[in-house]
């Protein structure tokens, strides 16, 4: 399974980007898909996860409200639009998947045995 992920970039306080995970080797359907993020001198953190089944989605704290997971089967590809965007969401951000991650596990990165090679983000003030 390999996992590209994509549509980083610099903007401004307040603005939008949408970023996507791009999923080949196998279906998505029945994999849970998660993004993560990681900001300079930082762990990285969970950030959003849509669940094995697609109906659930999971989200931080920090985002909820503004950024939101979606996936498209069909495409094999998993979005995550970002909103309302803060210089403190500037980071590194990572989509990993994983067919056997149970629901209490969702927003642990020790569960995804999958994951891309992340896109930046960068938000000035």
């Known amino acids: 399974v390999q996992l590209q992920a994509s549509g980083g970039g610099v903007v401004q306080t307040g603005e939008s980007l949408r970023l996507s995970c791009a999923v080949s080797?196998?279906?998505?359907?029945?994999?849970?898909v998660g993004w993560f993020r990681q900001a300079p001198g930082k762990e990285r953190e969970f950030v959003a996860v849509s669940s094995r089944t697609g109906s659930g989605t999971i989200y931080s704290d920090s985002v909820k409200g503004r950024f939101t997971i979606s996936r498209d089967n069909a495409k094999n590809t998993v979005y995550l639009q970002l909103n309302s965007l803060r210089p403190e969401d500037s980071a590194v951000y990572y989509c990993?998947?994983?067919?056997?991650?149970?629901?209490?596990?969702?927003?642990?990165?020790?569960?995804?045995?999958?994951w891309g090679q992340g896109t930046q983000v960068t938000v000035s003030s």
């Open positions: 080797g196998r279906t998505l359907r029945g994999v849970a």
């Open positions: 990993a998947a994983g067919a056997s991650v149970i629901t209490s596990s969702l927003s642990n990165m020790d569960a995804y045995a999958n």
